[in-house]
């Protein structure tokens, strides 16, 4: 088994007890409020990010630190790792894919290999797991590699926002659009495409049931079976609706293996309390 390190930013929502038991290496996203920066999950939970939401407060999420990377890679120098993989968030989503790159040729780490993931929190959970179990198997550094790469290939992200007020306050809606929507009594389901640029909108819906049925029907589309996939569930203060998706999904596509998460900072900010999140992995 060789010695592999893994550098995830913290979207990647793992729980403290997962970062230890996966041997993962957190650089935190910044959180901005009032114009104070916060470090993600270390100088501010997800809770205290909920409670600023709830305060229709203006938040925002930026990059991990430049600075931090650097010391951050500079310290794992004279481990003498076999590779280093570094797992950053889409690009679509955040700018840290190029600082990760930065970072790691200032700090002259050798056998680093840094993936724009092109996504967030649930399949870069499924890729570390996969690293995890490839290496004790024994294999080798390039069939982990197509592992990640079939990973990073074959996933979607659809997001159901509960309301779309931190979406406008986002600057993702205009304010137009929402009035409309608002009259309409409809609400968007909206996705992060496989290795999409943006994020767009799915379908419109009026009840939750509908835009279920259009999220089986993408999956439908798209292969997604119990057999060939799991699934990665994210909920900031909408359980209820999340478990009722689940139970929707399971019903007409079978019954998957998955993980609830809470929903990272860096959706939070965009989507507001109440969203849940719906992601799909290959099975490794």
Not at 27 to 49: C, F, G, R
Not at 109 to 117: D, H, K, M, P, S
Not at 164 to 169: A, M, N, S
Request: hydrophobic share 40%; charged share 20%; aromatic share 8%.
């Amino acid at each position: 088994m060789k010695k592999i390190a893994i550098v995830c930013d913290s979207s990647v929502s793992f729980t403290p007890e997962e970062i230890k038991h996966f041997d993962v290496k957190i650089a935190p996203l910044t959180v901005m409020n009032n114009n104070h920066a916060y470090i993600d999950e270390v100088t501010i939970t997800k809770e205290e990010v909920n409670n600023l939401l709830r305060n229709k407060e203006r938040v925002t999420t930026s990059q991990p630190s430049i600075g931090f990377m650097i010391e951050l890679f500079e310290s794992m120098v004279d481990e003498n790792y076999d590779h280093v993989f570094v797992l950053s968030i889409g690009t679509a989503l955040s700018g840290s894919y190029p600082s990760f790159q930065q970072a790691v040729n200032e700090s002259g780490l050798q056998n680093t290999t840094v993936i724009n993931t092109h996504t967030i929190t649930g399949p870069v959970q499924q890729a570390v797991r996969g690293i995890r179990e490839y290496n004790a198997r024994g294999e080798s550094i390039e069939t982990i590699q197509s592992m990640l790469d079939k990973i990073f290939s074959d996933t979607i992200s659809y997001v159901y926002p509960e309301t779309l007020e931190q979406v406008v306050l986002s600057g993702r809606m205009s304010k137009t659009a929402q009035k409309i929507a608002s009259l309409l009594r409809v609400k968007p389901m909206l996705y992060l495409e496989n290795k999409g640029v943006s994020i767009e909108k799915r379908s419109i819906g009026r009840t939750d049931r509908k835009a279920f049925q259009a999220l089986v029907d993408d999956m439908t589309t798209h292969h997604v079976k119990p057999e060939t996939h799991d699934l990665y569930l994210l909920e900031s203060e909408g359980m209820a609706v999340l478990e009722a998706c689940r139970d929707y999904l399971f019903e007409k596509l079978g019954t998957f293996k998955y993980y609830i998460i809470p929903l990272p900072a860096a959706v939070a900010t965009h989507a507001g309390l109440g969203t849940i999140a719906i992601q799909w992995a290959p099975k490794f």
